[in-house]
């Protein structure tokens, strides 16, 4: 199996660009945010408790998203991979999926880091926000609250992959057809 951890601040285009990966891959597409967005509009339990967090910025508590992730994994039966979008954005959330996936005999083939400048970020969620209609991009505070929290809890996951010498670091900066033949050739190298 490939599995694949794509990885990257909010904005650096993890979505855009999975997109084209599960299509040149045959890859299961696992989005966190998705999937929680998918329950908010869907009013479940998940959504309620989700969105309280999300409109803050804040992530959403570990367990939570550990157990959700848990049980989407294991909806696919024989996939030929997963692509992980969003997901782990803390420590104990990569060290959750090492252990599911063992369970699997399916660990991370790699992770693949968009690396793009805070001042670049910014200014695309701001223009998301006008297509979106998702209020964590459109108020500059919250912003600046999902930038913080993913220097503080998530960025230090790199070193995870790092250890395990999984991780590769990709220029998130240029047309989307130029990232994503960065993204092929990283994968097939
Ligand atoms: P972006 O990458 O642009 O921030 P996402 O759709 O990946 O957008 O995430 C939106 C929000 O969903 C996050 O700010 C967070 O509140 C919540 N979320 C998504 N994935 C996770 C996760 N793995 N752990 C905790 N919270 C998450």
Redesign the pocket.
């Known amino acids: 199996m490939l599995n694949i951890v794509l990885f990257?601040?909010?904005?650096?285009g993890?979505?855009t660009q999975s997109e084209r990966l599960i299509e040149r891959y045959g890859l299961v597409h696992l989005?966190?945010?998705?999937i929680?967005?998918a329950n908010i509009k869907g009013e479940t339990e998940l959504g309620l408790m989700?969105k309280s967090?999300?409109d803050?910025?804040?992530?959403?508590?570990?367990e939570?998203?550990i157990n959700m992730?848990h049980s989407e994994v294991l909806k696919h039966d024989n996939p030929k991979g997963f692509i992980f979008?969003?997901?782990?954005?803390?420590n104990a959330?990569a060290l959750a999926l090492d252990v599911l996936l063992d369970g699997l005999n399916a660990p991370i083939s790699l992770m693949l880091a968009l690396e793009v400048e805070e001042s670049e970020l910014k200014v695309r969620?701001l223009k998301?926000a006008e297509s979106s209609g998702?209020a964590?991009?459109a108020d500059p505070a919250i912003i600046e609250n999902?930038i913080r929290?993913?220097n503080n809890e998530t960025a230090p996951v790199k070193a995870f992959y790092q250890a395990q010498n999984k991780f590769k670091s990709i220029d998130g900066i240029g047309t989307i057809d130029e990232i994503t033949e960065r993204l092929f050739a990283a994968i097939e190298a």
């Open positions: 990257g601040p909010p904005g650096a993890k979505g989005s966190t945010g998705d929680f967005r989700a967090f999300m803050q910025g804040k992530l959403v508590p570990d939570v998203t992730l979008d969003g997901f782990p954005r803390t959330q969620l998301r998702r964590d991009d999902r929290v993913y």
